[in-house]
């Protein structure tokens, strides 16, 4: 990909096609890192498992940084650990992305004002694309964080040059649907329903 | 099956006399505390002593005893307490030593030549304390950064923390641990 990447100048219907096909098997076969470091992780295995099972989006995790191209960083991140991650991070072969998975990893969480060891946010050392709050998110907001993810993915520009003003990456924060719905939180999304 | 403590009470003192503080009891559960100059004979005597045969360490740990209040019932003659966990395979019992370490100078003998266990242990202790462990075969940090200052379990350290997870050196490499 390196000597065509970012080359062309024109929109014909050939650049556009193919970075087309090629943003489409990025997005639809994002293997992620099996990385988790606390009860978040837990979560993302429910995510992961045959419940809300995860492969039937193309992902598949991963044991090694070298063939993963998503990294979720679900859990708490310590000041001991960060350099970890971002090694984990740097390992990783482009094109890749983060999703930072809960408010610990997204600011500090419940460790945000009180805690002498917690980093505040990943996004200090590594760059995010979605961040998922909840404490933890439920199985169903990080599958709306992945769908976000995919429509990034969707735009990326492989072939044709980035345009004038390249898009900063902005990251996305995704909403939560059932957040307001007690009894979904039991249920896995079933209604209530009256007799 | 069950330790007789009160024998061990006795001969304890005898072979320690003013090492000895203390005997607490409270539910069946039974702790000793100790001055921290002979530790390492103590804690030897009750491993390889055949009545008690305290031969596993569940745990090392210490408690900061700042500002507790003069009141309490066994007190805290100095301000620091490191606990030892001890359990005995052959009598199913168990044991919590206390040693009292002074301020300064924050040192202790290492138990690490006497069980595998208390390497880490101390290292823990050492690393959220500031506790040094004499004679241990590897202090350093086990669970904080290598690059950082101070030891957060103690009283006095500032609740929200001095400002390191704000000005914590960003990551250029991984420092040697
Ligand atoms: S955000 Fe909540 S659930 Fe997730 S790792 Fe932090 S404390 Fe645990």
């Given at each position: ?195 | ?143 904080m950064p290598a690059n950082y200052e101070g030891h957060p379990l103690r009283k006095d350290y500032p609740l929200k923390g001095r400002g390191e997870r704000d000005n914590f050196p960003k990551y250029t490499e991984i420092p040697e641990a």
């Amino acid at each position: 990909m390196g000597i065509l990447q970012n080359r062309f100048d024109e929109e014909n219907v050939i650049f556009t096609n193919v970075d087309t096909l090629l943003n489409l098997g990025k997005e639809h076969s994002l293997w992620y890192l099996l990385f988790a470091t606390a009860c978040c992780g837990i979560e993302l295995m429910q995510w992961g498992a045959s419940k809300y099972d995860s492969d039937r989006f193309g992902m598949i995790p991963r044991s090694t940084p070298r063939q993963a191209d998503l990294m979720i960083v679900a859990g708490t991140i310590t000041l001991k650990m960060a350099s970890r991650v971002k090694r984990l991070y740097e390992q990783m072969p482009e094109p890749k992305w983060v999703i930072s998975m809960g408010s610990c990893a997204n600011a500090g969480g419940p460790f945000c004002k009180y805690s002498y060891s917690v980093l505040k946010g990943i996004d200090k050392y590594i760059p995010v694309d979605v961040y998922v709050p909840g404490c933890p998110p439920r199985p169903e907001a990080l599958i709306e964080g992945v769908f976000k993810l995919r429509e990034v993915i969707h735009e990326e520009r492989v072939l044709r040059k980035q345009g004038k003003t390249p898009k900063p990456r902005t990251p996305i924060v995704v909403e939560d649907p059932h957040a307001h719905d007690p009894f979904a939180r039991h249920s896995g999304g079933a209604k209530l329903v009256k007799a | 099956m069950g330790i007789d403590f009160k024998a061990l009470q006795e001969t304890v003192k005898q072979r320690f006399g003013e090492q000895v503080l203390a005997w607490s009891e409270f539910r069946g559960q039974y702790g000793l505390h100790v001055k921290s100059g002979r530790i390492v004979e103590v804690l030897r005597f009750l491993r390889d002593d055949p009545a008690t045969k305290f031969v596993m360490l569940t745990d090392v740990t210490c408690v900061d005893g700042l500002k507790l209040p003069e009141t309490m019932e066994q007190g805290f003659p100095e301000r620091f307490a490191v606990v030892y966990h001890l359990y005995s395979l052959e009598h199913n019992d168990r044991l919590r030593v206390k040693a009292f370490v002074p301020e300064d100078p924050c040192e202790i003998d290492s138990a690490a030549g006497l069980w595998a266990a208390a390497n880490w242990g101390e290292r823990e202790v050492f690393d959220l304390f500031g506790i040094n462990f004499r004679g241990h075969p590897d202090l350093r940090r086990i669970l904080m950064p290598a690059n950082y200052e101070g030891h957060p379990l103690r009283k006095d350290y500032p609740l929200k923390g001095r400002g390191e997870r704000d000005n914590f050196p960003k990551y250029t490499e991984i420092p040697e641990a």
